[in-house]
């Protein structure tokens, strides 16, 4: 029986995907939930389970194509009783009979509907004459045909910016992946390059149904007077998503924006203690966990900005709970992945947790779960060397705030000048929801966590 799967829906509203890479081919034996594809989300990049169990069909989409939820991807023979042609004996032998059982319910990993049966029949170790007869005709003449690269999203983008036709590429990377150093060799015209059919190894490639990702386009160069360059890139995935984002936030929630420079010496010093404290060995501790502490705490004395305005309801829901976002610049594009439940953790918990959301970001595996439900954001913007900014809201948030870079600067400390570390804390609020008063006064409390750790107490 032929059975065929589609793009899930994936949650978030999102109605499209791009499948990166297929990691079966047709003729492979899949089992239940084992992993088919790779799609890339306008938010994370996600692995598909299959939610069945069979041989490879066909596969319908190409690697780098733009899928619709529900659309088509691939089909599976699903396993059926061996059929024996006249006069010829089985290929295979099935279980002896054996009373019937129950079918068992099994759960797949991915929203794609029903449950499916698991039947409690052993699998057949060959397939019947038939079924060869039916598929080594397909297999022959869909022989030779080139398969989608194994590359993992950042080195994809490196590759289309840098015009690198990745489908003449042998990676040098585990089972053929291509990595950014075999892109970069490429591009240096270094002879030792992998390119396929040269200082490659020989790999069999799998037989695919439907052709490769068709081959990238160098940077598109108009000449004239003067010779100018220019490059065109598709707006897709996470650029795409953020740059909608960004227009409905800008357009929808009247912003506005307040700083204030503080001295965050004393902050510095503290975490310098807590790193030699043995307690806190193998927790990475930085100026972001404690301006993330400071944020859960700031929050308990000015909820009004961890809320929402439902414009459907004509509501403002403040949250009981603070979800933070932790801005997060990737090779793919921004992206706001949020700590659940961050007022609860403990200061190495929440460093723990802010570690694991930002390299599953850079790593290009954030899934979209993490990239939903985040109540208020923080984006460091002084580890790129910037001293301040107006962040635009997160769509549904009605606060971020940003971090500025810390600077060593005359200060005045007890009626005396003395060089301290500095730096600028900025907020940016919906002002539907959260007065000027407000937003200052959550700024304020901050800065009062980081200038003075001891009054922590004072504010919790």
């Known amino acids: 029986m032929i059975r065929t799967i589609t793009l899930p829906d994936l949650g978030e509203g999102l109605t499209e995907s791009d499948l990166v890479e297929w990691t079966v081919a ?18 994370a990049l996600v692995q598909l389970p299959s939610p069945y169990a069979g041989v490879v069909a066909e596969l319908l989409v190409a690697a780098g194509a733009t899928v619709p939820v529900g659309a088509p991807l691939m089909t599976i023979t699903v396993d059926e009783p061996s059929v024996v042609p006249d ?62 690269p194994r590359v993992l999203p950042p080195v994809r983008k490196l590759a289309h910016d840098l015009g690198v036709d990745l489908n003449r590429m042998e990676g040098t990377g585990k089972d053929g992946l291509i990595t950014r150093e075999d892109v970069l060799h490429v ?37 004239s007077q003067g010779s100018t360059r220019e490059r065109r890139t598709a707006v897709t995935g996470v ?21 204030v420079t503080v001295d965050v010496t004393p902050a510095l010093e503290l975490l310098e203690h807590l790193r030699a404290d043995r307690a806190m060995a193998g927790h990475r501790l930085t100026i972001l966990t404690l301006v993330a502490k400071a944020v859960t705490i700031a929050i308990g004395r000015n909820p009004s900005l961890n809320a929402h305005w439902d414009e459907k309801a004509g509501e403002i829901v403040e949250y009981a709970y603070v979800n ?16 659940k439940d961050a007022d609860g953790l403990r200061l190495p918990a929440l460093a723990d947790a802010i570690d694991a959301l930002t390299e599953a970001a850079r790593a290009g595996t954030t899934t979209p779960a993490d990239l939903a439900g985040g109540t208020i954001t923080i984006t460091n913007i ?33 009626d005396e000048i003395a060089l301290r570390h500095v730096m600028t804390l900025s907020v940016s609020f919906d002002h539907r929801l959260v007065d000027g008063a407000e937003a200052a006064h959550f700024l304020t ?16």
């Open 26 to 43: 047709v003729g492979d034996t899949v089992t239940l939930n084992q992993v088919v594809a790779e799609v890339e989300t306008a938010k």
């Open 87 to 148: 006069g010829a004996g089985p290929l295979v032998e099935d279980a002896a009979d054996e009373p019937a059982k129950a079918p068992e319910r099994t759960a797949v990993l991915v929203g794609y509907g029903p449950l499916v049966e698991a039947s409690s029949r052993p699998r057949r170790r060959e397939r019947s004459a038939a079924w060869v007869a039916a598929h080594v005709v397909d297999a022959v003449a869909l022989a030779g045909r080139p398969i989608g």
């Open 187 to 223: 591009v240096s015209g270094d002879r030792s390059a992998p390119v396929a059919g040269r200082n490659a190894p020989a790999r069999p490639a799998p037989v695919r149904s439907v052709s490769a990702r068709p081959p990238l386009s160098p940077p598109r160069v108009t000449t």
């Open 239 to 259: 650029r795409k998503q953020t740059a909608a984002a960004m227009v409905t936030s800008a357009f929808t929630a009247p912003h506005a924006s307040t700083s």
């Open 324 to 339: 933070l976002g932790i801005a997060a610049a990737t090779a793919r594009g921004l992206l706001v992945p949020s700590i």
């Open 382 to 414: 002084g580890v790129l060397g910037v001293d301040t900014g107006t962040p635009i809201l997160v769509p549904g948030q009605a606060a971020i705030l940003a971090m500025g870079a810390i600077r060593r600067r005359p200060w005045e400390l007890q």
């Open 445 to 460: 409390d901050v800065a009062g966590v980081l200038a003075r750790p001891g009054t922590v107490l004072s504010l919790v």
